[in-house]
């Protein structure tokens, strides 16, 4: 067995939890790495840490305190109302919704780097998906291609000479449905039912029902033809 | 007068005040933005709101912490000691020293972009500098290149379809030798004695004299033929 390590952002949604069976079933001992920054729902923390403890992967994970809600600039953060989803629906190109926090993933990504290269580990595990999302641009192929050079240019991989020198990002949902993520995580044993993605969820973690997070989950669900465990409010 | 506003890392550093006041001479309005991430000089980090205070900055600034401390990695945050300059000192090409922290820049600018991009800012001024410093991979100009376009993607900006729609990176130093920082900042009229450098600086801001930034300050000072405000703790 490989036990080559992986950082894997871990946020206790859907997809990357999806994503934590992926590296696992790829030979990897994922380094779950779950950021606290301010998020209504912080309910998906405590789930995260909950599907961490779960996956027998606590003594690795690292929760980071991240200072966006001093930042501010988005619903998620609690300015103003998060909107329920869209009448478009998915398979549209969505505008950018006021839930988008401002270069998260950047920063995310950033801090993964961070803490991989603290660690000599070298592959990095995200959840971002192009098809089924929000419209966010940091979920976008090409950010996440030029991330992953930058990356390289930023740390002391950068000034070496040798071939093997670069982060590897692993962005393995990133052309799937949403039924397709959730096809293959129940094929890898995932509990979809420990996982939260509303934007609203209660602090015990029931969903809304309303906003784009649960349409998107709520059509993966019946797309896949899998029975959707998540626990609604109403 | 042009009241552009724009992002400043400001440290507290003699680079970082010397670009606050190249940012306001190019008809900027600075937003310094300084980050606390548990480095030992900790001095910095209020020597910087002084400076920040003493310059009318106080009401747009914004000090983040930063989680570098969990993360690790660095003698900067506590592990281990702080190295004496190499004999080698200035003119040589450096190997990675101790004080490195994985990603800071990185992190560091992607936490800028953030604050820019909620703000409506964008316009982006740091001090780095590829000549007189200490090895660090994220100083050199191919990483703030290549950030500048990973920043495009990452953000809503990099949706649009207008040419003006870039974050623009402004690295004035980054080709300056100390000694130059040191004239150019002088004209300005930076009050030198304001910063701190030093690695190992005291709580009341006092330098080591030994550590690989007193160095590169001592000398620049020299050269510039401008007299040094350095307070010594030795």
């Not at 030979?27 to 950021?35: A, E, K, M, S």
Request: glycine share 10%; hydrophobic share 35%.
């Amino acid at each position: 067995m490989n036990t080559t390590r992986a950082v894997v952002l871990t946020s206790g949604g859907l997809d990357s939890t999806t994503v934590l069976a992926i590296a696992h079933d790829q030979g990897f001992r994922p380094v779950p790495l779950t950021f606290r920054y301010g998020q209504r729902h912080d309910a998906e923390v405590r789930h995260a840490q909950h599907i961490v403890d779960q996956l027998g992967l606590s003594a690795d994970a690292l929760v980071l305190e991240v200072p966006f809600s001093a930042i501010g600039g988005s619903s998620l953060l609690g300015e103003g109302e998060i909107p329920d989803e869209s009448p478009s629906g998915a398979g549209s190109t969505p505008a950018i919704p006021s839930t988008y926090v401002p270069a998260r993933n950047l920063v995310f990504l950033s801090l993964a780097v961070a803490t991989a290269e603290a660690r000599g580990i070298r592959d990095i595990f995200l959840g971002v998906n192009a098809l089924d999302y929000s419209g966010y641009p940091d979920c976008r192929p090409e950010f996440i291609e030029s991330f992953e050079r930058t990356a390289h240019l930023a740390t002391r991989t950068g000034t070496e000479t040798t071939a093997d020198a670069a982060f590897r990002l692993h962005a393995p949902l990133i052309q799937m449905t949403k039924a397709e993520i959730i096809q293959r995580g129940t094929e890898l044993g995932v509990d979809y039912a420990q996982t939260v993605s509303c934007y609203r969820a209660t602090p015990t973690g029931l969903a809304c029902g309303r906003c784009d997070a649960c349409g998107l989950r709520r059509r993966g669900f019946e797309q896949a033809g899998v029975p959707d465990p998540t626990r609604y409010s109403a």
